[in-house]
């Protein structure tokens, strides 16, 4: 029996990349259902939500507001939420979450990319394989999955300088 | 922190591939290697033991043995263990670990691939970094890990119409 | 002005292939297809002609004798032809198109490959270049176009040795 | 027997290009040789000459004529070259060969790329197999070989709008 999780697509680089080929091919198919066409999901099953398509450095207050409402409201229904971010604000969204729900009913796991799709070293497949294994494996709560690390907010921050997230000392 | 796991390799598809230009450009690097340069590995060390290189359909009784007891042996001492391994007799070393380890020290997650890395459509990259991100978040025990699934031993089994593991009722 | 070209496939290894990807997101496209929308041809425009998919091994003399009437009869109307067939078989083509049509009123390039599309060290997409280069330089004549080489008919035969067409010394 | 050539690199988008896992895996290869090493060559043996690394926007008039001399130069002890462009400035160097030379002793072609081999939709492969061609099959004279068409200097000039080059009307 698959999970039925949401798949909150909400931007950034993730996304941002355009596929030539795919384009060509398949005009109305987005980069994020081209990479889970190529994932072999045997224990979800993904209900993609297209809330919105910002670079996450033009996301407002209440950009960040309605993500966390969205992502709490359906992990009450789902066995689980990923949100798909830009990396620069995705801490933001992260802790607004943990602000207006607590803990959540289900597992809400963010994710992103630092290198767009549309590259060969793209980081993106990895972080949306690990987001989707994750959202399986971990208590309620709010995380992000993305370079084969799982962090647990509060207290997760992107670091730049190591272009990655990590965990500051409370 | 990053812990220290193991990656102990024992041959089968996601090994047998050839990938032509690595090969001219890199001659000694195998294609697990390949796939480990191209994952950004924030939450694990790897140390990779290269036990065997067989098709699983050709191991011996004697095979399964040493794969079992050379994981047992270091999840005493490792963070966690994964062993990449033929899928065609995978569980049967999962099961050998049961018998012979009972709870390892630390999680033994067992991966492999039904098409090979050469293959665009492959599991590969997908199932080693599902396993490398497992290997972090379940309690000890031993699993595989592929297709989006984490399925514990014992009761593990390969499903050769779905072309997946799956859990067997009691 | 783009010249006009037919591209006239009959199977083999460059077609064989199954791409799961391309195949999900779009599932009546060819492997030709993919390949041809994922190069930017501004020489020539393509018209295609599915004739058959045949392995070349099964092909029958009759086989044979359609593809050079075909070639050849193409070549009336178009500036040039391009045949995409197995390699087993192709010297067979090339020279039959040689005996029924002597020097065509256009050139006509054949080619194919030794590994498939869905291979990432696949040669297709290098033979299928050069073949749609080549049909625009050399002269109205029977060709085999691959692996950096353009060779013309008749005293072509497959080295399969070296997997690769090689000139028989006259 | 292998036709000899040249191949000159002097910068640009082609190479401008990082490949994160080559580089891991082959620090000191560059993308020119990781795409030589991904084709089959039968038709040319390539002898690398690495002139300077210059995106083509920041190259003096003593750059342009450096390159044509050189290029000039190899034609004549050499069976044909290549020089790998950015292609912003690609027209001013070739139109310096025809000046320098005029009909150089075996052919020279020029190539690029619009977009790096980085990205999955790159034009590099296409556009560099296309050169490693047409060095073959073209007479004497200056060409840029790019976008499935060999365009013959003098009255070549890049299309910015088209994104190629195209045959100016005399």
């Known amino acids: 029996m698959k999970r039925r999780i949401a798949l909150i697509s909400t931007g950034g680089t993730i996304e941002k990349t355009y596929d030539e080929l795919s384009g060509v091919l398949a005009n109305h198919v987005s980069v994020l259902d081209v990479m889970l066409a190529s994932l072999e999901l045997r224990g979800v099953e993904v209900q993609r939500v297209q809330l919105m398509n910002k670079d996450s450095l033009d996301m407002t207050p ?96 992107k670091d730049k300088l190591l272009g990655t997230f990590v965990k500051v000392p409370a």
């Open 62 to 157: 209440e950009d960040h507001t309605l993500i966390a409402q969205t992502a709490g409201e359906m992990a009450r229904t789902m066995a689980g939420v990923i949100v798909v971010h830009g990396t620069d604000r995705l801490a933001v969204s992260g802790h607004r979450v943990v602000e207006l729900v607590g803990t959540p009913a289900s597992p809400i796991v963010f994710t992103g990319a630092m290198r767009p799709y549309e590259l060969r070293s793209t980081d993106a497949l990895q972080n949306l394989t690990e987001a989707l294994l994750a959202v399986q494996l971990v208590a309620p709560g709010v995380y992000v999955a993305m370079h084969n690390q799982v962090l647990q907010f509060p207290g997760v921050t």
